[in-house]
């Protein structure tokens, strides 16, 4: 293209608005143009509907933080039921003793309580396995290393659970540990007491 076609065509484009753009349309400029139009109103659709997913899910947070507070009150913890169910058992066996948690930098344990010459010392689960029954028991030698006087008089090893697997009461059996569950002994005070 010669030197002045080129410098006609630029002149035509500066000053006629129907040239440039049949220009525009001969070069794909006007789909471009109504492309990004397009592109423009589903960015600014996009952002709405951030805005209203953000505005759902701080609603959404809301509720379930009020959700949690009002099951925090309203509701009793597996540890608790323990502490009520298995010191219930001892008063009827004519034993009175406190259970709380034992929590220390080294060790937690769910059950601790003491009267001087029995001590109480165990877990809760909610489903009891064979290796909770491992861990309990690990978890007591640190402690008879650590702060042996925590085991005062005979040491009976206990365990809360809602729902136990057949080898985790073999396991609790051989170890000689009293397993509760909510509406029964599955191995009885006295049997671990004659054992202790």
């Known amino acids: 293209m010669g030197l002045e076609i080129r410098k006609e065509v630029l002149r035509l484009l500066k000053e006629d608005e ?21 592109l423009l109103d589903a ?11 953000a505005s759902e899910q701080r609603r959404s947070s809301r509720i379930l933080r009020h959700l949690a507070r009002f099951e925090d009150s309203t509701s009793i913890t597996l540890e608790e039921e323990a502490y009520s169910i298995v010191e219930r058992r001892l008063r009827q066996r004519g034993m009175d ?18 009267d ?4 109480f010392i165990g877990g809760t689960k909610t489903r009891l ?12 030698e640190v402690i ?9 008089g005979r040491v009976v090893k206990t ?9 985790a009461y073999e396991e609790c059996k051989a170890r000689n540990i009293w397993l ?10 006295e049997q671990v007491l004659s054992r202790t």
């Open 18 to 38: 129907e040239f440039r753009y049949t220009v525009a349309g001969l070069i794909g400029l006007e789909e471009l143009r109504s492309g990004l139009a397009k």
């Open 43 to 53: 960015h600014a659709k996009l952002e709405e509907a951030v805005a209203k997913l």
């Open 97 to 114: 003793v406190k259970l709380g948690a034992l929590v220390k930098p080294y060790v937690e344990l769910d059950i601790y309580g003491s």
């Open 116 to 119: 001087g010459s029995l001590t």
């Open 129 to 140: 396995a064979q290796r909770h029954v491992r861990d309990l028991e690990q978890k007591m």
């Open 144 to 152: 008879r290393v650590r702060e042996p006087e925590l085991l005062r």
């Open 159 to 167: 365990v809360y659970a809602m729902w136990v697997h057949p080898e």
């Open 180 to 189: 509760n569950m909510p509406d029964k002994e599955l191995i009885e005070l």
